[in-house]
C-alpha cells in the first residue's frame, strides 16, 4: 500500500478533526492546528510539530507530525479509524518516516515517539518495524529507532 504524503491544510486539520476515535485515542489532538492559525495563519501542530496528511487514492487517511530535534526526528502519527486494524499500519510507519528523514534531508539517526500504554496494536506495529522501548510507565511508553 503506498501513501503520499502532502503538508497539512485547514481543510484536512478540519475534517482530521472530526475522525472518530474510539477507545485509547478519542481524539488526535488538533486544537494546537486551530489555535496557530487563529494566531498567524501558520498550521503547527503539538509542541510546534510541522503536520503532513497521508493521501491514498486520493483521500486522507492519516496524519504524521514531525518534530525535527538535531539528528533525532520526533514523530506523532495517526492512522483514520476505519483502517485501523486492516494490516496498514507497519507500512504507513515505514513511509511515513521515510518521508520525514527525506523531507527534512538532515543527518537523522534516531525517530522517537510516545504511545499510549494501552493502544498495544500500535505498539506491536512500532516494533515490528524496529522500535524498542525506552522509557515507560503505566500511561505512556517512549520508544525509539536507530536508522
Known amino acids: 500500500m503506498h501513501f503520499e504524503f502532502t503538508p497539512i491544510t485547514m481543510e484536512y486539520v478540519k475534517e482530521i478533526d472530526g475522525w472518530d476515535f474510539s477507545g485509547f485515542a478519542e481524539e488526535v489532538m488538533m486544537t494546537p492546528y486551530f489555535e496557530s492559525y487563529e494566531k498567524d495563519k501558520s498550521l503547527k501542530g503539538p509542541a510546534g510539530c510541522d503536520g503532513f496528511v ?19 526526528l520526533e514523530i506523532g502519527l495517526a492512522l483514520r479509524p476505519d483502517l485501523v486494524g486492516k494490516g496498514s499500519g507497519a507500512d504507513y510507519v515505514r513511509q511515513g518516516i521515510a518521508f520525514g528523514v527525506q523531507y527534512y534531508d538532515s543527518n537523522i539517526d ?38
Open 54 to 72: 497521508a493521501i491514498r487514492e486520493g483521500e486522507p487517511v492519516g496524519l504524521f507530525e514531525f518534530n525535527l530535534k538535531g539528528n533525532r
Open 110 to 147: 534516531v525517530v522517537e515517539l510516545v504511545v499510549d500504554a494501552s493502544n498495544k496494536a500500535a505498539i506491536r506495529v512500532y516494533e515490528k518495524v524496529g522500535f524498542t522501548r525506552i522509557e515507560e510507565d503505566e500511561n505512556e511508553i517512549e520508544m525509539k529507532m536507530e536508522l
